[in-house]
T-cell receptor
């Protein structure tokens, strides 16, 4: 079974609008971490935001926020006020348990295109 | 501060040749990871080190692949002999245990093409 599911292979959004990229995860661990990375066409992987399973508040980093719904096992990324430079692949990832490095898995990604 | 540094950024080689990819992690980080990214399989963890010691190499595809970390500031991933199916982007990432989220920070990647 897939640990990380990103059901939107591609998304379009108008510049300056907000967009939500979906991510659902599967784990039986109580302690885990959720991450979002951005991969522009240049290829590098850029860390965006982190949410811990015990964090009570949704994480925010500038225009990025993570809509964490623990009971639904979802960790959607919300980008507010989209910019042309936000066009990229976006990967959701999860680290299970407390062992750093182990069980760190990535989803298949969502390609976001921001339209002028 | 410098991020993770990888070299070369691009490598084109012929089947059967030895390929060595290099990585310099962020100074002070105690974890180092090697990933491979392909269209078919996405991002796969190959191996990771903690304090220069290999912890889990279960993702290494076969004996043709080997990785070393002789010191805290340098790691290599070697493929010998290389095959066309090894063509991919290879990422190195580093992280610091105990940091928030224990986030992994990626280098720019090495794009490998084996002809």
């Amino acid at each position: 079974a897939q640990k990380i599911t990103q059901t939107q292979p591609g998304m379009f959004v108008q510049e300056k609008e907000a967009v939500t990229l979906d991510c659902t995860y599967d784990t039986s661990d109580q302690s885990y971490g959720l991450f979002w990375y951005k991969q522009p066409s240049s290829g590098e992987m850029i860390f965006l935001i982190y949410q811990g399973s015990y964090d009570e508040q949704n994480a925010t980093e500038g225009r990025y926020s993570l809509n964490f719904q623990k009971a639904r096992k979802s960790a959607n990324l919300v980008i507010s006020a989209s910019q042309l430079g936000d066009s990229a692949m976006y990967f959701c990832a999860m680290r299970e348990g407390n062992n750093y490095g182990q069980n760190f898995v990535f989803g298949p990604g969502t390609r976001l295109s921001v339209l002028p | 501060d410098a991020g993770v540094i990888q070299s070369p950024r691009h490598e084109v080689t012929e089947m059967g040749q030895e390929v060595t990819l290099r990585c310099k992690p962020i100074s002070g980080h105690d974890y180092l990871f090697w990933y491979r990214q392909t269209m078919m399989r996405g991002l796969e963890l190959l191996i990771y080190f903690n304090n220069n010691v290999p912890i889990d190499d279960s993702g290494m595809p076969e004996d043709r692949f080997s990785a070393k970390m002789p010191n805290a500031s340098f790691s290599t991933l070697k493929i010998q002999p290389s095959e066309p199916r090894d063509s991919a982007v290879y990422f190195c990432a580093s992280g610091l245990s105990g940091s928030k989220g224990e986030t992994q920070y990626f280098g720019p990647g090495t794009r490998l093409l084996v002809l």
